[in-house]
């Protein structure tokens, strides 16, 4: 009889993608910064990218735990030039290390004129933008790639590569091979076999490990990843190295 057996990865790990905050409506879940430092020494996440809409709580967080946390800017882009003066300062004042976008929650096109200076923002600063993918009509990968062709210098985050849509995640992959500032991210995303296929066709450099805590337990995402059928070295590249490199943390 063939035993399964999970591959296991107990290397230092960089997460792209977590939250502290409420969440309420029909999400009705939250996190202190405590919280997630604390599952984060668990885990061994050695840093994670932190977001959330009330960005003087995100600025508190990493004020806390500057090692560990990396505060990411989360604007509304229909704010216009409310939204740029956040961002500007979140960048050089708060040091935030990159800009969150997330179209579904805003109501943006993620191409839209109103974002365009908050990717101005993006080149200024060389921080990566990272954008929740997965969700009609705002948050689809084929939009996100009409952004990325027309800002080919600034990294994007496709957070969630698709989500939980075979269609979306596939969109996700062939929309990063056609723009190579496109990184995927792997939070939430239930394919197993599709992590590999963007490592193999995509490149093993541009694939990251994220959890989207507390959305989703790191232990569900980490075992994700760890039955994906991927070699030891592809392990470190997409639990570590990766996000290092791309994300410059
Ligand atoms: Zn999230």
């Not at 979140?90 to 365009?116: M, Q, T």
């Not at 190579?180 to 995303?189: A, F």
């Given at each position: 009889m063939k035993v399964w057996v999970p591959k296991r990865y107990d290397g230092p790990i960089i997460d792209a993608h977590t939250h502290i905050g409420k969440f309420r409506s029909w999400a009705g879940i939250e996190s202190t910064t405590d919280e997630l430092v604390e599952q984060m020494n668990l885990y061994n996440v050695k840093k994670s990218a932190l977001f959330y809409t009330d960005n003087r709580l995100v600025r508190k967080a990493i004020q806390k735990y500057p090692k560990a946390l990396v505060g990411y800017v989360w604007p509304n882009p229909n704010e216009k030039e409310k939204a740029v003066r956040l961002v500007r300062t979140a960048l050089r004042e708060w040091k935030f290390k990159g800009i969150k976008l997330h179209p579904l929650i805003h109501s943006f096109l993620p191409n839209d004129d109103i974002v365009y200076p908050i990717m101005e923002e993006a080149r200024k600063a060389k921080v990566p933008v990272a954008i929740h993918s997965g969700h009609p009509p705002f948050s689809l990968p084929w939009s996100i790639g009409e952004l990325a062709e027309n800002f080919k210098d600034i990294k994007i985050i496709m957070?969630?590569?698709?989500?939980?849509?075979?269609?979306?995640?596939?969109?996700?992959?062939?929309?990063?091979?056609?723009?190579?500032?496109?990184?995927?991210?792997?939070?939430?995303?239930?394919?197993?076999?599709?992590?590999?296929?963007?490592?193999?066709?995509?490149?093993?450099?541009?694939?990251?490990?994220?959890?989207?805590?507390?959305?989703?337990?790191?232990?569900?995402?980490?075992?994700?990843?760890?039955?994906?059928?991927?070699?030891?070295?592809?392990?470190?590249?997409?639990?570590?190295e990766n996000a290092h490199k791309a994300l410059g943390i």
């Amino acid at each position: 009889m063939k035993v399964w057996v999970p591959k296991r990865y107990d290397g230092p790990i960089i997460d792209a993608h977590t939250h502290i905050g409420k969440f309420r409506s029909w999400a009705g879940i939250e996190s202190t910064t405590d919280e997630l430092v604390e599952q984060m020494n668990l885990y061994n996440v050695k840093k994670s990218a932190l977001f959330y809409t009330d960005n003087r709580l995100v600025r508190k967080a990493i004020q806390k735990y500057p090692k560990a946390l990396v505060g990411y800017v989360w604007p509304n882009p229909n704010e216009k030039e409310k939204a740029v003066r956040l961002v500007r300062t979140a960048l050089r004042e708060w040091k935030f290390k990159g800009i969150k976008l997330h179209p579904l929650i805003h109501s943006f096109l993620p191409n839209d004129d109103i974002v365009y200076p908050i990717m101005e923002e993006a080149r200024k600063a060389k921080v990566p933008v990272a954008i929740h993918s997965g969700h009609p009509p705002f948050s689809l990968p084929w939009s996100i790639g009409e952004l990325a062709e027309n800002f080919k210098d600034i990294k994007i985050i496709m957070l969630h590569m698709g989500h939980g849509h075979g269609v979306y995640i596939q969109a996700a992959i062939n929309t990063a091979l056609r723009n190579d500032n496109i990184w995927l991210e792997t939070s939430g995303m239930p394919m197993h076999s599709k992590i590999k296929e963007a490592m193999v066709r995509v490149g093993e450099d541009r694939v990251m490990y994220g959890s989207d805590s507390p959305f989703h337990e790191p232990a569900v995402e980490i075992d994700r990843i760890c039955s994906a059928d991927l070699t030891n070295r592809q392990l470190e590249l997409i639990f570590y190295e990766n996000a290092h490199k791309a994300l410059g943390i």
